[in-house]
């Protein structure tokens, strides 16, 4: 999946266009910025609901290859200018920060995640990972 999916998937408008060709294999959906740094993998997208700073320092030390403002969230200029000289794509969706980490009944069934009938459970993130851990699932709902 790449960039470019990702913001059509969330119907996300694109501030800024970075790599947005680079392939992504997980994603991290935290506002908890030590949780990011914590648990991230390479070839992630970052969704938060945060729009400071940090979250553009915490993507470039992490080589994270986007960020995606959830609930609307609309970032500075200053932010935007800081993740252009970094070459880090920025999205912004109206959609929350679970249903844009793929908790979706539309996204069930198209390999962008969804949610297991049985449970209501995310299929995008691993079972043994503590709900307060959830950056460590799979863009491509294979886990």
Excluded at 51 to 79: C, M
Excluded at 91 to 96: I, L, N, P
């Amino acid at each position: 999946m790449t960039v470019l999916n990702i913001a059509q998937a969330l119907d996300a408008e694109i501030l800024f266009e970075g790599d947005a060709g680079r392939e992504i294999k997980s994603a991290c959906g935290s506002d908890l910025m030590s949780d990011v740094l914590a648990f991230v993998k390479e070839n992630t997208v970052l969704l938060t609901g945060l729009t400071n700073p940090h979250v553009i320092r915490t993507a470039e030390i992490l080589d994270v290859s986007a960020i995606v403002f959830v609930r609307g969230k609309i970032p500075t200029p200053e932010i935007v200018d800081m993740a252009r000289e970094r070459d880090i794509t920025l999205m912004r969706t109206a959609e929350t920060l679970f249903t844009a980490c793929g908790c979706r009944p539309s996204s069930a069934g198209r390999g962008g995640g969804g949610c297991s009938p049985a449970t209501g459970r995310s299929t995008s993130r691993p079972r043994s990972a503590p709900p307060s851990r959830r950056c460590a699932g799979s863009a491509s709902g294979s886990g």
